[in-house]
């Protein structure tokens, strides 16, 4: 590993769809890493998770997404999504907390935001300033932060992140990764943040698409659907 430029990947909202998962591991295999950031929704507990077969079929669908990441080989950091349960306990959860990892500082905001819909992990923006504050390199939530590219629902038909979110990233001298909203895949900047929406692997509107930071200078999406890539470097 390059202590002073970490390569790291970024795998969007699973939601346990191997087929594309297994193209996304097979492309970081290809780039070579130093470890993984996964933004949540690792598979779909949803309402199905309250009965007893549910559970067991959503746990065994997320042991199995973190069987095939672990074939890589390398250290990985994650938060649940809305569609995860909040206490998942595969390694290195980092939810509301910092761990030192590559060099770098990074922590964890899962769950998201309103509207509720019923989904296992979800919270007002009051609540999401009511949690650790966060000193980070990079930060990895769930949710989208308000009103960018990265948070437009097209079936909505509107912007729909978290403006706690968008608060915390406005503070952030470094990177912010994120999915939820999986049609917003992309890069942006606000203030001193990088900021990638990683996109989903799953449906709706799942692709089979991978993210990579180089350090936190350097911020590269690729949509291996299309071949379209995008990049951002610090300004």
Same mark, same amino acid.
């Given at each position: =590993?390059?202590?002073? *430029?970490?390569?790291?990947?970024?795998?969007?909202? !699973?939601?346990?769809?191997?087929?594309?998962?297994?193209?996304?591991?097979?492309?970081?295999?290809?780039?070579?890493? %130093?470890? #993984?950031? =996964?933004?949540?929704?690792?598979?779909?507990?949803?309402?199905?998770?309250? *009965?007893?077969?549910?559970?067991?079929?959503?746990?065994?669908? !997320?042991?199995?997404?973190?069987?095939? !990441?672990?074939?890589?080989?390398?250290?990985?950091?994650?938060?649940?999504?809305?569609? %995860?349960?909040?206490?998942?306990?595969?390694?290195?959860?980092?939810?509301?907390?910092?761990?030192? =990892?590559?060099?770098?500082?990074?922590?964890?905001?899962?769950? *998201?935001?309103?509207?509720?819909?019923?989904?296992?992990?979800?919270? *007002? %923006?009051?609540?999401?300033?009511?949690?650790?504050?966060?000193? !980070?390199?990079?930060?990895?939530?769930?949710?989208?932060?308000?009103?960018?590219?990265? %948070?437009?629902?097209?079936?909505?038909?509107?912007n729909v992140g978290s403006i706690a979110i968008r608060e915390r990233v406005e503070k952030i001298n470094g990177v912010m990764v994120c999915g939820? #909203?999986?049609?917003?895949?992309?890069?942006?900047? #606000?203030?001193?943040?990088?900021? =990638?929406?990683?996109?989903?692997?799953?449906?709706?509107f799942g692709r089979t698409q991978v993210g990579f930071l180089f350090g936190t200078h350097t911020l590269r999406h690729e949509d291996l659907d299309?071949?379209?890539?995008?990049?951002?470097?610090?300004?």
């Open positions: =590993m390059n202590e002073q *430029t970490p390569r790291l990947a970024v795998i969007g909202d !699973v939601h346990a769809h191997f087929k594309r998962l297994d193209q996304v591991i097979e492309r970081i295999r290809e780039v070579g890493v %130093d470890g #993984i950031l =996964m933004v949540g929704d690792i598979a779909c507990a949803g309402k199905g998770a309250r *009965t007893a077969k549910g559970l067991k079929r959503y746990r065994g669908r !997320v042991r199995k997404v973190f069987e095939t !990441v672990r074939t890589l080989d390398v250290p990985i950091c994650y938060v649940p999504g809305n569609h %995860d349960l909040q206490n998942l306990s595969e390694p290195n959860n980092i939810d509301d907390r910092v761990v030192n =990892m590559w060099g770098l500082r990074v922590g964890g905001l899962g769950g *998201t935001n309103p509207p509720k819909r019923g989904f296992p992990y979800e919270w *007002t %923006d009051d609540q999401m300033r009511a949690r650790p504050t966060l000193d !980070v390199d990079i930060l990895i939530s769930h949710c989208p932060p308000a009103n960018s590219p990265l %948070d437009f629902a097209r079936g909505a038909g509107r939820h #909203i999986h049609e917003s895949a992309g890069l942006t900047q #606000i203030n001193d943040c990088l900021c =990638m929406n990683a996109g989903g692997l799953g449906n709706p299309s071949g379209v890539i995008q990049t951002l470097h610090r300004e």
